[in-house]
């Protein structure tokens, strides 16, 4: 059962048109990972699945509840109760540097569940033995790695509870050695069913733990099908030619 449906959704900035009847559908405990060049909308896409970009046209729904339909969003209060379904990692992990690992971990939990501090602290510290990273509970980002700042990214996005992850090329800002422990990470919430949308230039990644793959370019999708499809017998001369690219 789909858990996302995406119907022409359209994104315009001025005149250029970045997003263009962007339509599909993920259903619950799919990995799916978005490939593309440079300044092709995948971002953009991911973006307005959580409505942290507002699209121009097209119909968004998550888990059988309108985010935008047609063109119209939903209620404020109706946006909010949605978004939280959705956890987001970025590129550039966004971690409050006054915050301890832990205190960011908890931060939002407190502002917006109605849970026990206990409650929340039991849960971070379950998450953080999870990812690895228990014994830095008390370490601020500053005194962290970038593969570790990720990893805790990933972290404060679990702490909410989502049905959705959301990756935004989470290994993208990472030195090539940083980035196994990210994935690895990932991989493991994919073991774990997480329905996880991941906009990644890791083809290793894409082709190993994926069961879709999506490529877009110029603001649309190009060719989706499973990696062993995909990769190995690509349809569109469009993604051959960005495969080679990206295998060189």
Known sequence: MAIIEVSNMKKSFGDVEVLKQ???EVNKNDVVAVIGPSGSGKSTML???VHLEEINGGTVKVDGDYLVKDGVYSKPQELKRITTKMGMVFQHFNLFPHLTVKENLELAPKLVKKESSAEISKRSSEILRKIGLEERAAAYPANLSG??????AIARALMMNPEILLFDEPTSALDPELTGEVLQVMKKLAEEHMTMIVVT???GFAREVANRVMFMDNGEIIESGHPDEFFVNPKSERTKAFLQ???K
């Open 22 to 24: 962007i339509t599909f």
């Open 47 to 49: 973006r307005g699945l």
């Open 147 to 152: 593969g570790q700042k990720q990893r805790v």
């Open 201 to 203: 230039h890791e083809m």
């Open 245 to 247: 690219r990206s295998y």
